[in-house]
């Protein structure tokens, strides 16, 4: 039997009349058949494809839920893929680490690579989706696209794959991480409802800090003690955290002594800055995203949000109601200026409760220029185990600084300083500041001469406001008898 060979235009018009005719069909299916039936008819077909189709769809999305909270399980198979992709023809290339000249290459979006377990061949694919578009609102900060993983395998393997494969993967991924793990630094910012991080690399170590030298052996002890307790903590019921608060005035080193505290411990830090969280629901959500072997930092807790206000006003009677007014109102304004409702009994229960909620070990660090405008309720030992007070420079301190910033060890004009810095109040950073050359003509002599120069002016200055604030004394003591003889 000879079948007719059809010409090109032929074909194509058989293949569109095929076309309109199943359009036809479809739309007076869907327009004229019964919902029950229809639904019916669908669940029919996705069994029938599900029946005829023999493979098996894992997916694994960047993000969970609709709060953008990042699936570890996302990054441990990107690190996984990162070195088991060999056939994907389109890779995407990040610094494997600082300092490092590898780079760390994973599959780009909409790239499939197989993999092979026990002689089973698997197939990942990676895609993205863009965000709905925002309804009502309009943020300068779009939603970031949200990536994910397909993992692909015949329905015959389903047992082994979802067994040992991917315990294969994820302990092979968690191990591509631990050897190519970068600390970073998240911050909540710019009204951000979610956790964003650029890599942490702070200089910052405990050897570098200007400080007295048996204070930080007691802080280094204390944090390397913490970082092995786990059984302690878990034998007294204890949550594995520890609060840390810092004061003194600006400048004497409170932010440096966080970034040595996680260059130390090898943490992540997490920058929480509380006036860009909208409310206490916010707040437990930033808080619970949180990874382990972190440090959170809310920095100038005074100045942040009005955590002291109710309090306050129960336990005392403002000394001066007219400041303390104008000082609620702005604060107030502040508040509501940034918009957020964060409570202190919002944080405190935090700290308290759902603490224990997160797995793994946590510090948060307070710091504050006044530690006595706080309340003492966010203060007291259990929440804030440890108070450190970062104060002015000292001849101990100063020694550490010259050794960082001119790498002397002694010299003749050390005496000066020594002198000197015992007499005036000046806080490392001002310190650090002079003994910065401030051209390349300066040598470590000048520099030492600038900070003498600073440290004797300074001690003027101190001098001159003593006898100021003294002469005031006397012309008020002066002028009293006198008021009470007009009177
Ligand atoms: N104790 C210190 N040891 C070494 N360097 C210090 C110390 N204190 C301050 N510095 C230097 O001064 C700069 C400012 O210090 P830092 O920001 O840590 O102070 P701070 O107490 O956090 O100030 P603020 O209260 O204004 O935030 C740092 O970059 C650092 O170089």
Redo the contacts with the bound molecule.
């Keep these: 039997m000879m079948i007719p060979v059809r010409s090109m235009p032929e074909t194509w018009g058989a293949v569109g009349s095929a076309v309109v005719t199943f359009i036809f069909f479809w739309d007076m299916f869907r327009r004229y058949c019964p919902p029950e039936l229809r639904r019916y008819l669908e669940k029919c077909t996705t069994r029938l494809s599900g029946f005829l189709n023999p493979y098996i769809q894992i997916s694994i999305h960047e993000y969970t839920g609709s709060h953008l909270r990042p699936h570890e399980a996302y990054n441990i198979v990107e690190a996984y893929l990162s070195v088991n992709s060999t056939d994907a023809k389109r890779l995407k290339a990040e610094m494997a680490k600082e300092n490092d000249n590898k780079l760390m290459l994973s599959m780009d979006e909409y790239e499939k690579t197989t993999d092979e377990f026990n002689g089973v061949q698997v197939k990942w694919i990676s895609g993205k989706v863009s965000p709905p578009p925002r309804t009502g609102s309009f943020s300068y900060y779009p939603e970031p696209d949200r990536r994910y993983y397909k993992l692909k395998f015949h329905k015959g393997y389903k047992k082994m794959i979802t067994e040992a494969y991917l315990e294969h993967v994820i302990t092979r991924g968690r191990e591509i991480q631990a050897r190519n793990r970068q600390r970073k630094l998240y911050t909540n910012g710019h009204s951000k409802s979610y956790w964003s991080h650029i890599v942490f690399e702070h200089p ?1 170590r405990f050897e ?4 007295e030298p048996e204070k930080k052996e007691e802080i280094m002890d204390d944090l390397l003690t913490f970082t092995k307790s786990k059984d302690y903590y878990a034998r007294i019921g204890k949550a594995w955290k520890r609060g840390y608060l ?1 004061y ?10 966080i970034a040595a505290m996680a260059n130390l411990l090898d943490y992540d830090v997490y920058d929480l800055e509380l006036t860009s969280v909208k409310d206490n629901t916010e707040l437990r959500k930033l808080l619970t995203e949180t990874t382990a072997k972190s440090i959170i930092v809310i ?2 807790i005074d100045c942040s949000l009005d955590l002291t206000g109710q309090r306050k006003k129960k336990e005392e009677k403002p000394a001066d109601e007219k400041t303390e007014k104008v000082e609620k109102r702005s604060s107030r304004k502040e508040k509501e200026e940034s918009g957020s409702k964060v409570t202190l009994s919002g944080l405190l229960n935090f700290i308290d409760g759902l603490w224990s909620a997160c797995a793994g070990e946590r510090l948060i660090v307070f ?1 504050t ?1 006044y530690v006595d405008k706080l309340d003492p309720a966010l203060t007291r030992r259990g929440r804030m185990d440890k108070h450190i007070e ?1 104060s002015y ?1 000292k001849y101990e ?1 100063f020694k ?2 010259a050794k ?1 910033y001119l790498e002397l060890e002694a010299h003749p004009l050390f005496q000066s300083v020594e002198e000197l810095i015992q007499q005036v109040q000046i ?3 001002d310190v ?2 002079n003994l910065m050359p401030k051209s390349a003509k300066e040598g470590p002599e000048q520099c030492l001469r600038n900070l003498i120069c600073t440290l004797e002016e300074t001690k003027n200055k101190e001098i001159t406001k003593c006898s100021e604030a003294k002469d005031t004394e006397t012309n008020k003591d002066a002028a009293a008898p006198q008021e009470m003889h007009t009177m």
């Design positions: 910052a570098t800090l200007a400080m810092l003194g005035p600006p400048g004497t080193g409170k932010s440096t002594m920095e100038d710091t220029n970062l420079c301190g550490v600084l960082n806080t490392p950073a650090a500041e």
